[in-house]
């Protein structure tokens, strides 16, 4: 008796543990090119063991820059080039299967090591993770949806990736060299960017997230042939957890009443007024259509506000809500809390996704003068800005200007110590940088020693809070130092500059020779925080050691690069 008993808590164990797992789906990725020799020996018996597995595998396409002539490549360059630089792959072809090179009886990466027995041993794994996908083409424009699901406990450094592909393009004369005419799942887009979406470090079996992203569609061959790939991946390891393979069917929602607060905007990242006006985003992810919802917000674990919202909103659909302002204490670290619910007044069925919290930092000190640095854009009689005091006055202005594409320097004194707040609007309602060229703005201490604010990107205004008095200083901030990689090195002829931005930078880096002299150099601009990946092209230099001066908003690193032919 005590055996069955035994044995019946073994199989309730066994079938509690499948139960919480995923069925793979395997994810084959290959570096390849059309002037590959290799490439045409290799390819066709590897696509064809491809296509006899639609149910176990997903796969894309990287067309590399070497060694010759590729117009898929060309389509894309940037990004097919960082993808296989992020696997440190040195030539092609070269597959790898859930994120690790292919081994077998040739070199390791060779797709001819790929065979049914290495598909089926993956595919075998069961996966943390469920995706469900979909897309749709409106007006040129393709929209994607992953749903993402978490079945067990996980945690690592994980990026959930998305792969525009074409599944099959045809040439009627070999586009290359190597004469090849037929190629499948060929990446045209990664979305956002190679570096993909982070998401939470530590993930919990029940969690779930949804990731919307578009893309205006460009160099399609054949649009009956469109298809999006979407993975997770661990960014540190490389390890591929669930793959999975867009369709046009829609997604099914997971609850019935589920809000999201999808963005709090309008925080500026330092603050010293002691008051705060949020901008929030709220999103439907439910079946119901999102009627009416309670929103409150508190800075510090004040009294919170409430705001009662109603609307219509069907599924995915978004509202933008601009919430009273409320004051609060300024201590050295703040939060704001904002969390939702009563969802359509019987309470929300996924509560995880209805609190966001958006940390802000006690405004730096500076002496009685600023220094404004502008770099128009090609619209700079839309740009003015103005500073004004915990008054509500408005103490200096400037523009609008006239030259466009101009570095600007102004010096302003602030005679009065107060708590202020630096305003800059663009008229055109699309900023400085990145529509009309590459426009910024930067706020700083008359020394230069106190960064107080910095910008472009923004819609109508963007804003900053300094305050003059007190003490004289570098402001000493939590905020981690932005970091940099340079890979592979040495190199071959291509590397690859990758940013973390904790913040917006100004991003520029020039490369020297042994003698120093000035081989290279490039203006990337101001860009927004996050993570980004820059080739760098050296294939027209000799090989060599070379030094790459990367500057950072006024802070300057070296490191030495080998480039080996």
Known sequence: MKKHIYLGLLLVLFSVLVYSQSQRLVLIEEATNASCGPCASQNPAFDALLQNNPDKLVAIKYHWYFPGYDPMHNHNPGENNARVSYYNINGVPHALIDGSSLTGSSYTGSPANCNQAKIDAAYAIPSPFEITMSHEVIDDVIHVVMLIEATENISGNLRARMAVVEKHIHFNSAPGSNGEKDFYDVMKKMLPNPSGTKLNTTINDGEYFI?????????????????????????????????????????????????????????????????????????????ENLTSLDIQYAVNGGTPQTYNWTGNLGFLGKDEIALEEISFNVIDENNLIVTSENTNGVGDDYIINDTYIKPFSVAMHISNQIRLVLITD???????????????????????????????????????????????????????????????WGLYDADGNVEIGTGGMFADRDSVNFEVGGFTGVFNSSRPESTYSIYPNPTNGLANITLDLSKDEFVSYSIFNILGKEVKKNDLGLLQSGERIYPVNLMNLDPGVYFLTLNITGKSYSHKLILSK
């Open 211 to 287: 990731i919307e992203q578009s893309w205006e569609l460009a160099n399609i061959y054949d649009m009956n042939e469109l298809g999006v790939v979407g993975f997770i991946q661990d960014h540190s390891s490389k390890e591929i957890h669930q793959g999975d393979d867009s369709s046009t069917d829609p997604i099914v929602p997971l609850y019935s009443n589920d809000a999201e607060i999808l963005e709090v905007k309008n925080i500026t990242e330092f603050n010293c007024l002691g008051t705060v006006a949020p901008v929030i985003i709220i999103r439907n992810n439910g079946s």
């Open 378 to 440: 090609e619209n700079p009689e839309e740009t003015t800005w103005e500073v004004i005091n915990s008054s509500g006055e408005v103490i200096l202005t400037g523009g609008p200007y006239t030259q466009a594409g101009t570095v600007i320097q102004e010096y302003h004194d602030i005679e009065v110590e107060d708590c202020y707040k630096f305003l800059i609007y663009d008229a055109g309602n699309n900023g400085l940088c990145c529509d009309y060229g590459a426009g910024a």
